[in-house]
């Protein structure tokens, strides 16, 4: 029975991993996008980033940070494991956080 119950849960996670990423193209211009993005929690996310000029974005709660430029695209890739509303900023010099581009919405 225990190795029934293993291999199940073994199959659920294999099929878990397989499900594709909730894939969103994104395009940052003069620092703003429009968009308000909502996922569930525990599905992976991809964020493809496009931008008009070099800037350096933050997604906090996840704090992940991807620098994108015209001729540089970037990803963040991640699993939506943190239920909230998340900024997504542009980071200025020293680190400091500008104007907030976009917001991740992270539903239960």
Do not use: C, N
Request: charged letters at 25%; aromatic letters at 8%; proline letters at 5%.
């Amino acid at each position: 029975m225990a190795r029934a119950l293993f291999l199940f849960i073994a199959f659920a996670a294999a099929v878990a991993a397989a499900e594709p990423a909730k894939l969103f193209e994104l395009t940052v211009v003069a620092g703003r996008s429009s968009e308000t993005l909502k996922v569930k929690r525990g599905e992976r996310v991809e964020l493809r980033w496009k931008s008009d000029r070099r800037v350096t974005l933050h997604l906090h709660g996840y704090d992940l940070e991807r620098t994108v430029a015209p001729q540089a695209p970037a990803v963040m890739a991640f699993e939506a494991d943190i239920a909230g509303r998340f900024p997504v900023s542009e980071h200025g010099h020293g680190g400091r956080h500008g104007r907030t581009v976009l917001y991740l919405e992270v539903h239960p």
